[in-house]
T-cell receptor, first 112, second 114 residues
């Protein structure tokens, strides 16, 4: 079956620090990979996605590259801001399934 | 315009009561979902529904039932509420043309069972 593994949080950083949140997956077929972000008190929203190997998704300064050889989709940002404090979810969809598979989420706390 | 909306945003109720949460999407999507998020932010899929089939997570108690009056609405009805039902419930929708499709989430309903 499909699964997504994310690094456990919380991840605590100072403003302008470099961010990496690791995500690895197992899936049947050729999955599409997603990062969703959940700001406090809100629902999840798409941050970025990649639909085939070696694709790079990017948005709001965040990037993630679909690495088929290492089955990974790590999220990175060069300089985080306090406003990036949120919970980040890695997810995949594979094999035409209606049901996405989500990781457990990683909380990011950015201090001024 | 809100893409996926839920009501109410907060719901506080006594054990044993029956309650419903409403969800509407104006995106024209074919498929809608209900998720439960616990206090540790873990997301659990409860139901997936489109006009062809209902997929139920087998771990969801049968006290929970989805009701879809039309393609734009998927309500969640809960019978005989228990303390462990306290959580945030999210509705979501997506267009199911391919596995590249994004899910769009509502703002959530925080349910507290006393």
């Amino acid at each position: 079956g499909n699964s997504v593994t994310q690094m456990e949080g919380p991840v605590t950083l100072s403003e302008e620090a470099f961010l990496t949140i690791n995500c690895t997956y197992t899936a049947t077929g050729y999955p599409s990979l997603f990062w969703y972000v959940q700001y406090p008190g809100e629902g999840l929203q798409l941050l970025l996605k990649a639909t085939k190997a070696d694709d790079k998704g990017s948005n709001k300064g965040f990037e993630a590259t679909y690495r088929k050889e290492t089955t990974s989709f790590h999220l990175e940002k060069g300089s985080v801001q306090v406003s990036d404090s949120a919970v980040y979810f890695c997810a995949l969809r594979s094999g035409g399934s209606y049901i996405p598979t989500f990781g457990r989420g990683t909380s990011l706390i950015v201090h001024p | 315009d809100t893409a996926v909306s839920q009501t109410p945003k907060y719901l506080v109720t006594q054990m044993g009561n029956d309650k419903s949460i409403k969800c509407e999407q104006n995106l024209g999507h074919d498929t809608m979902y209900w998720y439960k998020q616990d206090s540790k932010k873990f997301l659990k899929i409860m139901f997936s529904y489109n006009n062809k089939e209902l997929i139920i997570n087998e771990t969801v108690p049968n006290r929970f039932s989805p009701k879809s009056p039309d393609k734009a609405h998927l309500n969640l009805h809960i019978n005989s509420l228990e303390l462990g039902d306290s959580a945030v419930y999210f509705c979501a929708s997506s267009q199911e043309d391919s596995n590249t499709d994004t899910q769009y989430f509502g703002p959530g309903t925080r349910l507290t069972v006393l």
